[in-house]
Each structure stands twice: as C-alpha cells, then as structure tokens.
C-alpha cells in the first residue's frame, strides 16, 4: 500500500519529545501520537456512523511500522464491510475471555465450591485432592466445549 506522504523508520526514531503531543501521520488515518512523556503510539482515526473515533494500534517500537500498517489495513476493510473495528475487536477479546471463563479447572471450582455445601469437609477436602491430583493437570486449562467424551472416559481409565 502506498502512501503519498509516508513516514519512514527514521522519521519516527528521530521524533522529539516535546511539551505537547503531537502527531506524524502516514495517511488514510493512519498517524503516530509522539506524547510528552516519550511515548510513540499507534492510532488510526476513523468515523462511524457519523461520529469519529480513534484506535489504538499499539505502542512504537512494539508495533513497527510495517505492522500498523497491516493492522490499518484490516480495520479499514472491516469499516469498508460496514463493520466498527472497534466493537469487533472488543467482540473478540469477549469471546476469548468467555472462553478462559469456561476453562474446565474454573469450572471445577464454581462446581466444587457448590457440592462442598452438602457433604462433610472431609469428604469435601478428598474430592478436592483428587480433582487437583489427576484431573486438572490434564483438562484444568482447557475451555469446556472443546474436550470430548473419548478424553474422560481415557481419563477416568487412568485414575482407575
């Protein structure tokens, strides 16, 4: 993608601080924030449904600048789709956090910490040694749609 007044890697090495932020634009929206505190980020101003937005690409030198580009790039042709880049990234970061939510091992705990109310403590305590002993070593992580029947039952075969 070519741009008609491009930065270049040593145009952004050699920005200076100063007391104001102040931006270096590469195009199409595209610009580095150089802040007072030394900080080069990355932003990409769009707008909306009528109202303009900016969003964060990540921090120079982190993020070179082959790689804002890149992620510009998509962001423009998720705006072109009629899609908010914004919301699809947050839609993402949910979605994976869901995910680690419904890991087995998190799961086990809301489980056991409920059945705990019902039965002896040291009946509760041995449930939780064994499930800590051979069960989580080898699902704990695991979000909870992904592992399948065959898994268990070769799991339970190998307690037993």
């Known amino acids: 993608m070519a741009f008609s007044n491009a930065l270049t890697d040593t145009e952004i090495r050699k920005a200076k601080i100063t007391t104001k932020a102040y931006m270096l634009t590469d195009g199409r ?91 002896a403590a040291r009946h509760a305590a041995y449930a939780e040694r064994r499930m800590s002993a051979d069960i989580l070593p080898a699902l704990g992580a695991r979000p909870i749609d992904q592992i399948t029947a065959p898994e268990i039952v070769a799991l339970v075969k190998a307690v037993e």
């Open 29 to 119: 929206g595209l610009y580095l924030l150089v802040t007072p505190t030394g900080g080069k980020l990355w932003r990409y101003k769009f707008s909306f449904e009528g109202r303009p937005r900016p969003m964060a690409l990540g921090s120079y030198p982190g993020v070179p600048l082959a790689t804002a580009r890149q992620k510009h790039l998509a962001a423009r042709q998720l705006l072109a789709s009629g899609v908010h880049p914004l919301g699809e990234r947050t839609a993402k970061r949910t979605a994976e956090k869901a995910s680690m939510e419904g890991a087995f091992g998190k799961v086990a705990a809301r489980w056991l910490a409920h059945w705990s109310e019902g039965v």
